[in-house]
């Protein structure tokens, strides 16, 4: 009787199958990172076609107010097309590969490194604020009435304050010792900070 011993586990053909086919869908995120791409370069051909297009104007005797606003269009359309960029650099680095440029290239910005999420988060959020506050002054430009500005810039400042908050201790503060939970760990930091 010695066959009596339990029968083997069966071969785990469907779970690592199914678990390369799980590691190898990651591939699906080259579509937004292609999509983030033309974005950028969307963003930046309209950024010069707004630049070219109010050259001549800028010369013409109109208000400074009208022409500081082209310039700050156009800045903000160059922002967004950089942060495009970041964005589509980060998801590629995170889930598709690192960027190892070879032969002579330079070697990529250390801010640009991408190690996880919050990287991600960091950099984006930072370029949404900067993005924010050039258009805040574009459209203060060419406000008329100081209560309105007064309340768009009340808005602009909740807003950056909320994203520079989140940014301080939503990824710094989760990212280290307690994990990268959300919501959850914040709760917790609250508690021991009383």
Known sequence: MTDANPP??????????????LAMSRIIVIVPVVVLL???LAA??????VFVTSIAG?????????KLGVFLTEADL????????IAAYGLYELFISKITPGGTHRPLPR???????NDLKARVISMIILVSAV?????????EHALEVLYLGAAVALVIGALTLFLRFGSEGNGGNEGNGGSG??????ATGA
């Open 8 to 21: 083997e586990p069966p071969p785990r053909r469907l779970e690592d199958g199914f678990e390369r086919l």
């Open 38 to 40: 033309i974005s950028a």
């Open 44 to 49: 930046f051909g309209y950024g010069t076609e």
């Open 58 to 66: 800028v010369f013409e005797t109109r208000a400074v107010g009208e």
């Open 78 to 85: 160059f922002l967004i097309g950089a942060t495009l960029i």
């Open 111 to 117: 801010w640009l490194e991408m190690n996880d999420l």
């Open 135 to 143: 258009s805040f002054v574009d459209v203060v430009v060419h406000f």
């Open 185 to 190: 760990s914040s709760g917790s930091d609250g």
